[in-house]
């Protein structure tokens, strides 16, 4: 299929936000903002795509686990988390996911009564299909709230203060100028707005000698494959695209972007009493494991976890909490 008939015309100028949703609602194709030509022909967008094409005849469970590695329900509960003791108020207006992929983090915030709508911005252009599955799987009747946009955060193409918040996962480790994407991230936010990372955030000790070594980590054959990349290659976290940020280096950016740093959160994986109950059958003998489905995943160490985890109480420290995945949560602030 042309590139003509997946996308909108290639938007020049920079629209509003309602003409860009008024754009989507008629066309029902992606809209596609310009790439800067190194960008768009890195390796790593490249293998991305590839991931794309192999998973657009999969469900949308299936997408957001490969993708994500979580579920509707999952990314649901981070964002109540968030709602319910991080921010001032509940998302609502119109906001943009920042490299979304498949978008489920921003479907999950379109869900909510005042969200107007969410703009899916992902590099990869073939994850336009992507996009559209599960938004259609999360919002039903309501799937065109999510705005599937082809593009790169570092160019924006709509006017200043034009969206009330933005969101992302995982996205922003990615830029290879922390400051120069916040620094557009802010510009578009209305002076209020929020930007939400679900995000890694190391601790200034961590040194860049630690950095690098993170980075010159080699991809095993299995996270190869299951990434949509060939099994028989050499390919470093550096070379994917990664970074290490620590905490310095988000304020820093913050500070350039013009944005306040206003809360950090750690959210720390919650064990299930399943998981724990698993652990003390685990010291059975193996018939009694295998009934009950105890794997090697399940042993004593979960239980005692568990445990820890009732007896520290971490809803006591307003910057520790118990979540469903383990994750930093950063929120930024637009001043008024």
């Known amino acids: 299929m ?12 920079h629209q509003t936000v309602d003409e860009l949703i008024t754009d989507y609602h008629v066309t029902q194709k992606a809209i596609r903002w310009p790439i800067e030509a190194a960008l768009e022909s890195a390796v790593k967008v490249s293998y991305r795509n590839q991931l ?6 999969e469900s949308a469970e299936v997408i957001s686990r490969r993708y994500v590695y979580m579920t509707e329900a999952t990314m649901s509960e981070l964002v109540d988390l968030v709602e319910q003791n991080l ?16 978008a489920l983090l921003a479907a999950v915030a379109a869900k909510r009564a005042n969200v107007k709508a969410v703009m899916g911005l992902e590099v990869c252009e073939n994850f336009d299909v ?3 599955i599960v938004a259609a799987s999360v919002l039903g009747k309501d799937a ?6 082809i593009g790169s955060f570092d160019d924006l193409r709509i006017p200043d203060n034009s969206l009330d918040f933005a969101v992302e996962h995982d996205s922003l480790h990615h830029s290879d100028n922390l400051a120069r994407s916040m620094t557009e991230c802010a510009r578009v936010l209305k002076p209020g707005g929020v930007l939400i ?13 630690d950095v690098n070594t993170m980075l010159d980590h080699v991809y095993s054959p299995h996270f190869l494959k299951a990434n949509g990349y060939p099994s028989d290659i050499v390919l470093t976290r550096r070379e994917n695209g990664e970074h290490e940020y620590r905490l310095f280096e988000w304020e820093a950016a913050a500070k350039t972007a013009g944005l306040e740093f206003t809360r950090r959160c750690e959210f720390h994986k919650r064990i299930t009493f399943k998981k724990a109950a ?8 193996n018939p009694i494991r295998k009934k009950w489905g105890v794997n090697k995943d399940c042993d004593l160490a979960s239980t005692r976890k568990w445990v820890s985890q009732r007896l520290q109480a971490f809803n006591s420290d307003p910057d520790d909490m118990l979540a469903p995945k383990q994750t930093t949560v950063m929120i930024f602030t637009k001043p008024k």
């Open 130 to 132: 992507l996009i559209q």
């Open 87 to 102: 921010l001032e108020q509940p998302l609502q207006g119109y906001g943009i996911e920042l490299g979304s992929g498949c």
């Open 278 to 285: 698993k652990g003390v059958i685990s010291l059975f003998p």
């Open 197 to 209: 990372c679900f995000d890694r955030c190391h601790p200034n000790s961590v040194t860049d000698d």
């Open 2 to 13: 042309a590139t003509e008939d997946i996308y909108s015309d290639i938007l020049n100028e």
């Open 144 to 149: 065109t709230k999510v705005v599937p946009v």
């Open 52 to 57: 794309a094409t192999q998973l657009a005849d």
